[in-house]
T-cell receptor, first 113, second 115 residues
Framework: GENVEQHPSTLSVQEGDSAVIKCTYS??????FPWYKQELGKGPQLIID?????GEKKDQRIAVTLNKTAKHFSLHITETQPEDSAVYFC????????????FGKGTMLLVSP | EPEVTQTPSHQVTQMGQEVILRCVPI?????FYWYRQILGQKVEFLVS????????KSEIFDDQFSVERPDGSNFTLKIRSTKLEDSAMYFC?????????????FGDGTRLSIL
């Protein structure tokens, strides 16, 4: 089955810096890659997703890039703010009706003012 | 914005007891999921449900687990005889379309503590 590796496990940045979180996946058939943000005591909240027919997607300060050949995708957060502090999970799913998500282990992002 | 709601937020149960976790998916969604997150670990898939039957389940979802959609709005996860290792956050998720890769929306979870 699919395996998703995520790194780093923790990331500390200063406010205003950029943050990059990287994930690799094992199943070349995977074609959907969402990113979730999980704040303390909350469920995962979708922040951005990308499908395999595009290489990059951007939404304000957040962008995701996908390299299908290398089977890796990355989350980029620019101009980080303290409220960006949370655990970020990448995930992947293969085509098909049920679209089960396989998650990475998560990255704890800490943005210091 | 519509959201997935889960109750209770925290459930404490003695080992061996039955527990039912409840979820109300987003109203026009057709696919429902349960995931589990053991403290400090990744979110793991348990089961998906569509058209009143299980679509897919993981090896974690053994005979002690069952899911049900008892009415038009609720989606439940039952654990018949809880074990210590069932202690985790349980997340419900739902998705709108039955085919293709569309976003899954998660609830805030139920923290299950087995004593």
């Amino acid at each position: 089955g699919e395996n998703v590796e995520q790194h780093p496990s923790t990331l500390s940045v200063q406010e205003g810096d950029s943050a990059v979180i990287k994930c690799t996946y094992s199943d070349s058939a995977s074609n959907y890659f969402p990113w979730y943000k999980q704040e303390l005591g909350k469920g995962p909240q979708l922040i951005i997703d990308i499908r395999s027919n595009v290489g990059e997607k951007k939404d304000q300060r957040i962008a995701v890039t996908l390299n299908k050949t290398a089977k890796h995708f990355s989350l980029h957060i620019t101009e980080t703010q303290p409220e960006d502090s949370a655990v970020y999970f990448c995930a992947a799913s293969v085509p098909g009706g049920y679209s089960t998500l396989t998650f990475g282990k998560g990255t704890m992002l800490l943005v210091s003012p | 914005e519509p959201e997935v709601t889960q109750t209770p937020s925290h459930q404490v149960t003695q080992m061996g007891q039955e527990v039912i976790l409840r979820c109300v998916p987003i109203s026009n969604h057709l696919y429902f999921y349960w995931y589990r997150q053991i403290l400090g670990q990744k979110v793991e898939f348990l089961v998906s449900f569509y058209n009143n039957e299980i679509s897919e389940k993981s090896e974690i979802f053994d005979d002690q687990f069952s899911v049900e959609r008892p009415d038009g709005s609720n989606f439940t996860l039952k654990i018949r005889s809880t074990k210590l290792e069932d202690s985790a956050m349980y997340f419900c998720a739902s998705r709108e379309y039955p085919t293709g890769n569309q976003p899954q929306h998660f609830g805030d979870g139920t923290r299950l503590s087995i004593l």
